[in-house]
């Protein structure tokens, strides 16, 4: 079994900045992509930003030059650094890990999702 916890959202000003961090952990073999999406109330789940297994790195325009994503794969752990945020940065963040069993097969893991607020 594998489990995906999220964390370090919060309440936070415009203009300010938060870092997430997401950790995946039990049966792992293999870690490839890491990445955030984010969902507000009434819209579709969205890609925020992907790192490969080889630090290649893509973010949505939105998100492009404030956020920057990163990977430590000695925790298994995956970073969402979050700068100058606007009030549209608001929503539920999830963390998925894309994982490879000793098969060769990938599977997708979701967490829970952490809750980022900005005030304007």
């Known amino acids: 079994q594998v489990q995906v916890e999220e964390s370090g959202g919060g309440l936070v000003q415009a203009g300010g900045s938060l870092r997430l961090s997401c950790v995946a952990s039990?049966?792992?073999?293999?870690?490839?992509?890491m990445g955030w999406h984010r969902q507000a109330p009434g819209k579709q789940r969205e890609l925020v930003a992907v790192?490969?297994?080889?630090?290649?790195?893509n973010y949505a325009a939105s998100v492009k030059g404030r956020f920057t994503i990163s990977r430590d794969n000695a925790k298994n752990t995956v970073y969402l650094q979050m700068d100058s945020l606007k009030p549209e940065d608001a929503a539920a963040y999830y963390c998925?890990?894309?994982?490879?069993?000793?098969?060769?097969?990938?599977?997708?893991?979701w967490g829970q999702g952490t809750q980022v607020t900005v005030s304007s």
């Open positions: 039990g049966r792992i073999f293999s870690i490839k992509n």
């Open positions: 998925n890990v894309d994982i490879t069993d000793n098969r060769g097969y990938t599977f997708r893991y």
């Open positions: 790192i490969s297994s080889g630090d290649t790195t």
